[in-house]
């Protein structure tokens, strides 16, 4: 079947700017991470999401990082006004509820000039 | 609080050689441990994982890593390296309930030689 799909692949973007990031789970998983791959800090959690349970947001750097998910499928990482340190592949996976292994994703690479 | 140290960001071994890429954790509960491989430009795939059942764990393209509690180890082991193996090899801990998060290490570049 269908993976974790993520969109756009490649995303450059200019200081400042507002960037989405798109990740489709797997058809049925109810979980859904996000991480961040980047070379100075490697992979880093960043947000949670399980059902209807508030989200996990305790790897999120700062405010300006948001994760949103809709109807219990999609979800949207949002970075408001763009750092050059926000370069960084960025990867959702998702798993079955109260389950520990997580499929990821192809990821997006961001790059911020 | 959890955490993974991986000893070598870049391994080489030479082809049909032992591949021993290691792992130590330190975790406040018994953790689940997971060995992920990521190829250039893909995501990361899961090899193998130890979740609290036998401590020898077998995976996919004939890795296999042995959890040990007194050394705090999960190193991953192949008898006889292929080229196909060169990728970038992760391992990550996670809690054995809640939300599975996984602290990663930073992984190892395993290089193989012909």
């Known amino acids: 079947g269908a993976g974790v799909s993520q969109s756009p692949s490649n995303k450059v973007t200019e200081k400042g700017k507002d960037v989405e990031l798109r990740c489709d789970p797997i058809s049925g998983h109810t979980a859904l991470y996000w991480y961040r791959q980047s070379l100075g800090q490697g992979l880093e959690f960043l947000i949670y999401f399980q059902g209807n349970s508030a989200p996990d947001k305790s790897g999120l750097p700062s405010d300006r990082f948001s994760a949103e998910r809709t109807g219990g499928s999609v979800s949207t990482l949002t970075i408001q006004r763009t750092q050059q340190e926000d370069s960084a592949v960025y990867l959702c996976?998702?798993?079955?509820?109260?389950?520990?292994?997580?499929?990821f994703g192809p990821g997006t690479r961001l790059t911020v000039l | 609080a959890q955490s993974v140290t991986q000893l070598g960001s870049h391994v080489s071994v030479s082809e049909g050689a032992l591949v021993l890429l290691r792992c130590n954790y330190s975790?406040?509960?018994?953790?689940?441990l997971f060995w992920y491989v990521q190829y250039p430009n893909q995501g990361l795939q899961l090899l193998l994982k130890?979740?609290?059942?036998?401590?020898l764990v077998k995976g996919i393209n004939g890795f296999e890593a042995e959890f040990k509690k007194s050394e705090t180890s999960f190193h991953l082991t192949k008898p006889s390296a292929h080229m196909s193996d060169a990728a970038e090899y992760f391992c990550?801990?996670?809690?054995?309930?809640?939300?599975?998060?996984?602290?990663f290490g930073t992984g190892t570049r395993l290089k193989v030689l012909a």
């Open positions: 996976a998702s798993s079955l509820p109260q389950v520990d292994t997580q499929y």
């Open positions: 130890y979740t609290s059942a036998a401590t």
């Open positions: 975790s406040s509960v018994p953790p689940y």
């Open positions: 990550a801990v996670s809690r054995p309930s809640g939300t599975y998060k996984y602290i």
